[in-house]
């Protein structure tokens, strides 16, 4: 994953490439989601209200749509509700979301290759592994309740 600063560089070199200019608000929401792992408008909105002016939620919700057009961030559904999102890299990952204590838990999406290809042998469906949430029981918690 690139440092801060190589980010901020990979930021304004996209948005110049663009024709688009590197702003506070920009670079603000793109270190909340670096920071943050997986977060949810909102919560991006909560980490960097008060640190620039006029970042409001609309703001963060137009913001993130450049940055996933960008493809420097994607999002995820990983419940009811407003989307989740994380740094764009090379390989996709599929989330493991534990419906007792909320953690979330990136796995490569090879584990679900045999998945693929059934439900693809069955349905002639191919399903995009790399945008996959899946729900559950996290061990820690299997632990805590057994």
């Known amino acids: 994953m690139p440092t801060e600063a190589e980010a901020e560089t990979e930021l304004a070199a996209v948005l110049r490439s663009k024709g688009l200019r590197m702003t506070a608000q920009r670079q603000l929401v793109l270190e909340a989601v670096r920071a ?35 493809q420097l ?28 204590c909320g953690r979330i838990t990136e796995v490569d999406p090879a584990l679900f290759a045999n998945a693929r290809e059934e439900v693809a042998d069955a349905s002639g469906f191919v399903m995009d592994i790399g945008h996959v949430a899946v729900f559950g029981t996290c061990a820690e918690c299997l632990e805590k309740h057994a």
Do not use: F, K, M
């Open 36 to 70: 943050l792992g997986h977060a949810t408008p909102e919560q991006i909105h909560e980490r960097i209200r008060g640190q620039v002016e006029g970042v409001n939620i609309t703001t963060v919700y137009r913001t993130l749509d450049l940055l996933e057009e960008l």
């Open 73 to 100: 961030v994607s999002h995820t559904h990983l419940s009811h509700g407003a989307p989740t999102y994380h740094l764009s890299g090379d390989r996709g990952h599929a989330h493991l979301v534990c419906h007792r």
